[in-house]
């Protein structure tokens, strides 16, 4: 089993930052990839940026310049700073990561339950 939680969502007003976290826990060998997804009221669920294990970063554009994701040094925590909000980036936040478990030792795809971001006009 593996968990992943999300935390450090919250309603900010525009211009605010908020900081998101993501902890992956339970039966890891090892993380691949990890990334940030939203989803809107109405909207499909969309890329926000992600992290590959010991790669370089990507962002979508309507966030490059204004978010930074991270992973911490054991690789299990993910971060989302975000910078600048704006009420467009109001939505549900997902953690999404790419776990090798210790039975399987085989990729899988786990995601969070989501924390909720609003920005108010």
């Known amino acids: 089993q593996v968990q992943l939680v999300e935390s450090g969502g919250g309603l900010v007003q525009a211009g605010g930052s908020l900081r998101l976290s993501c902890a992956a826990s339970g039966s890891i060998f090892s993380i691949n990839g990890m990334g940030w997804y939203r989803q809107a009221p109405g909207k499909q669920r969309e890329l926000v940026a992600v992290i590959p294990s010991g790669g370089r970063p990507y962002y979508a554009d309507s966030v490059k310049g204004r978010f930074t994701i991270s992973r911490d040094n054991t690789g299990n925590t993910m971060y989302l700073q975000m910078n600048s909000l704006k009420p467009e980036d109001s939505a549900v936040y997902y953690c999404?990561?790419?776990?090798?478990?210790?039975?399987?030792?085989?990729?899988?795809?786990?995601w969070g339950k989501g924390t909720l971001v609003t920005v108010s006009s």
């Open positions: 999404n990561a790419q776990v090798i478990t210790i039975t399987t030792r085989r990729p899988s795809d786990h």
